[in-house]
């Protein structure tokens, strides 16, 4: 249904392919004009744990489902999901502020992610292992069980399909939990659309709760015995307080969690392609993503020039509503994150940061904005700020620009742009991070690569083969091993 038809949607939980009364709700907000785009259910534990008992019961039968009619359903999705564009980028707007340009990468990425995810259907094949003592010794790869997801709001398509694609098309079953800020393109939006691609009931169950309330939902997640793994995107903060949590409870986890992204421009870099790349990794939705470039490392002959290029670039980026397909720049999430923004800026500015472009807004929007000499013991140097905020940093030589690269607790993302390819692998080797692209900047995914991060940016890979290993259990079978003690 259109969100043009229903302005103002009331939206219950969906458990056990059924959706539920409404009851209690919450108000789901545009960020951009403060309206009420949706009321959204309000579930509790009691919720949640209803949502684990039909996966659980389902299970059974969907980890024996053939792989062909796993991946038919998946095919189907992308179908429907891709004739239903218009109104989820329309969502993704209203409910996330989400540009036109990021609402149809989004839209474009998830088809590709469930066309993806229709392959891993016949991905676990396992293995046939020598044996010493005579027998046939095999390791099969098997669904877990339940899987526990965690998806936030800034990519919140992208994030949110990429939580439950690879569990459920490996066999298992799903909890999702969106972010109370995308309780509906984050999270709800799948129920309708893989009812409508042939998912059995149970298979996948979303609750959504009020701000607040998130810690209810994730605690039976992990303390439910029946869920078996989770996945979680979103900041470090509350990853190291998930990690924790799981490990008392013995359950692994895939955390992909926050990032100080680097950017490395080399002196032989071509400057058009290095300052258009730069604007991109910085500003693309507000800079609210995970992999965003955060500091931007020049060599020294070339920063004055590029500096100046790039922020003359950064004021030329077109601020306001999202809804305009030529705005590069929508509002932030919410009046927290703006306050967030602020501070971190101004911070840095009274202890010695430049403003080279921006700095500046309005209402619940925030310019995209360069900053350089940024202080080391400044917010911003030290803590992921979410915002279209970056830092320009000048160094020497390129051994240099390595070490700043890597003087960070995380480790997402990374790029560097250089005319010398191998140059640059030589150095990607040399960073500390998850993700390292050479001549790109550091927001870049495929459905198929194994994504994730080191240090204090998380652990576990989403993507591909990766995923595999992540959502599937080794069971070591074996035929014909004789008895080891003669009784």
Known sequence: MSATETPVRELGHWIGGQWTEVGETFDDLDPFTGEIVARVAAAGRGEAKEAIDAAAGAFAAWSQTPPAERQGVFLKAADLLEARG???VSWLARETGSTFGFGMFQLHFVAGLFRQAAALAYAPIGQIIPSDVGAFSMGLRRPVGVVGAIAP???ALILSARSIASPLALGNTVVLKPSELSPYIGGL??????????LPAGVLNIVTHAPGSAGEIGDELVENPAVRRINFTGSTAVGRKLAEAAGRNLKRVVLELGGYNPLIVLADADLEFAVNASAFGAYLHQGQICMSARRIIVERPIAEEFTQRL???TK???AGDPKEHDTIIGPLINESALEMVKSRVDEAVSKGAKVLAGGDGSGSVYNATLLTDVAEDSDFARNETFGPVAAIEVVDNANE??????ATSYGLASGIITSDADRGLELAQRIQAGIVHINDQPVGDEPQMPFGGVKDSGWGRFGG???VEEFTELHWITVG???PFPF
């Open 153 to 155: 709001w800034n990519a």
């Open 401 to 406: 620009a390595v070490e700043r690269a890597n």
């Open 316 to 318: 030329g980026l077109k």
């Open 86 to 88: 218009d109104d989820v």
């Open 465 to 467: 083969t990766a995923a």
């Open 311 to 313: 922020a003359e670039k």
């Open 481 to 483: 091993k004789p008895h």
């Open 189 to 198: 939006v799948w129920g309708e659309i893989f009812a409508e691609a042939g």
